[in-house]
């Protein structure tokens, strides 16, 4: 999902990268595009991906999408194959990881709409229906960090393969201000990615199909390199739908040292709890390693490194 040629005053753009998992056959490889409405816009067939080789599509040189285009691409192959997009968002650019499957219900925490920073943190929410031949009826519940439902889409359609983007600043029952997750519930399996703007930054993580009690989290940063200006944030988001979940996060540094640890936190039912790595004060200065967080509920979770 997420995909553009020339979008939103033709400052939106995308690569899509492929990759033969395979260490001894070639890949006969077909990219299909779909637009927002379903329709298959224009197709790549017959790509030969050499064993292990890795190719990349820059869609404004795709002659077959039209300009300001917008939507996804399904990829299939004979050979397993791995797939990255990468959004360029006016100056910034961003990468996530493409999706195997879809599930009936996706997990996003880390949203905002007009929070933190003078209200320059917002998100972008997108949805991709991977049925191939029938619409999808989605619901969207926004949780806010104390897990209160602050407000939901419900009975949004979804075309058969189509991608849908919602844009925080434009829910209109969403307040300025809020910061939260998703619950995607659909009757067909879909697949979401998150994309958060923090400030003039922006990024990107894949939705979650389920949670697990156990997570570890790698990539985490406090006051680090270059003269203290690496940091990071970790979102945790319990998936259980009526109880809360007591979670404790051990953070270890690069040499597997325990520095310190946050138990028994409580994030009620559904909801969203944020980290700021600068802000826990049993971490030192100069901090570089990972979080391995354990809880009596499943959670999902997201690191935001700032470098």
Known sequence: PMLFKNAFGGDYKAALYLQNVSDSSSANVSIS??????TLTCSVTNETLT??????YWLPTIA????????????????????????????????????????????????????????????????????????????IDFYDSNGSLTCSLTGESIAARATK???????????????????????????AVGRPHI?????????????SPSLRVPMLF????????????????????????????DFYDSNGSLTCSLAGETITALATQGYWTPAIACLPPGWVGSAVITANRNVVAVGRPHV
């Open 222 to 249: 406090k006051n680090a390199f270059a003269g203290g200006t690496y940091n990071a944030a970790l979102y945790i988001q319990n998936t259980d739908p009526a109880l809360s979940a007591t979670v404790d996060i």
């Open 51 to 56: 064993p292990l080789a890795s190719k990349g």
């Open 33 to 38: 595009y779909y637009d927002s409405t379903g």
């Open 165 to 191: 983007g919602y844009w925080m600043p434009s829910v209109a029952c969403l307040p300025t201000g809020w910061v939260g997750g998703a619950v995607v519930s659909a009757n067909r399996d879909v697949v």
């Open 64 to 139: 077959c999408l039209p300009s300001g285009w917008v939507g996804g691409a399904v990829v299939t192959s004979d050979q397993p194959v791995v797939a990255v997009g990468r959004p360029h968002i006016g100056s910034q650019v961003t990468t996530y990881a493409g999706f195997a499957s879809g599930s009936p219900n996706m997990y996003v925490p880390m949203l905002f709409k007009n929070a933190f920073a003078g209200g320059s943190y917002n998100a972008a929410l997108y949805i991709q229906n991977t049925d191939p031949a029938l619409a999808a009826t989605v619901n």
């Open 199 to 211: 400030g003039a930054q922006v990024t990107t993580y894949n939705g979650f199909s389920a949670g």
